[in-house]
């Protein structure tokens, strides 16, 4: 049992570059999140997803594009890289959504943007 | 706007010693409070989920608990081990599906 599975682990872009971070989760749940975390900071959330098919912002969305076709995946994408992005990038997933169930994390995608 | 904050930032601490972390929170109408443990290069391990309705949560040496009405959570670390070293973070959810972290304490456990 993998949990949340995070690809690439590195990954340098230069500026204005595109790029799609893959996260999968083989636990079969519903909810799924992306985070990202800066030096010193908490987690902020990029997007979110109660299920396949269904979206929805967070509190930092501007930059990326998410899409939710399976359960098991939750792919982030980064459209015209900017330094701005540079940062830990985290997926995570819950079974019944974040009131009652904890969320499992990966072990993140460390992206530098040069 | 929900804020979190941890305070102190960083604690550096002799093997032995029982521990109390501290959380805050500036909106008292959350469902639950998450403390969550972060190694280095690596992802979020959760530690306890206390529901707003709970005061608190116990797993092994660790104890959480919530005073909702003051805002305020703390964790409680018993005899602490070098093991222990960790970076710290509570994070509060409220009336949405998101999460909202502190910045977290980065403690160090010294043998």
């Known amino acids: 049992n993998a949990g949340v599975t995070q690809t690439p682990k590195f990954r340098i872009l230069k500026i204005g570059q595109s790029m799609t971070l893959q996260c999968t989760q083989d636990m079969n749940h519903n909810y799924m999140y992306w985070y990202r975390q800066d030096p010193g900071m908490g987690l902020k959330l990029i997007y979110y997803s109660v299920g396949a098919g269904i979206t929805d912002k967070g509190e930092v969305p501007n930059g990326y594009n998410v899409s939710r076709s399976t359960t098991e995946d939750f792919p982030l994408r980064l459209e015209l890289a900017a330094p701005s992005q540079t940062s830990v990038y985290f997926c995570?997933?819950?079974?019944?959504?974040?009131?009652?169930?904890?969320?499992?994390f990966g072990d993140g995608t460390r992206l530098s943007i040069l | 706007k929900q804020e979190v904050t941890q305070i102190p930032a960083a604690l550096s601490v002799p093997e032995g010693e029982n521990l109390v972390l501290n959380c805050s929170f500036t909106?008292?109408?959350?469902?639950?409070l998450q403390w969550f443990r972060q190694d280095p290069g690596k992802g979020l391990t959760s530690l306890l989920l206390?529901?707003?309705?709970?005061r608190e949560q116990t797993s092994g040496r660790l104890n959480a608990s919530l005073d909702k009405s003051s805002g305020r959570s703390t964790l409680y670390i018993a005899a602490s081990q070098p093991g222990d070293s960790a970076t710290y973070l509570c994070a509060v959810q409220g009336g949405s599906e998101k999460l909202v972290f502190g910045k977290g304490m980065k403690l160090t456990v010294n043998p």
């Open positions: 995570a997933s819950s079974s019944g959504g974040p009131i009652n169930q904890p969320q499992h």
């Open positions: 909106d008292s109408a959350i469902y639950n």
């Open positions: 206390i529901q707003s309705s709970q």
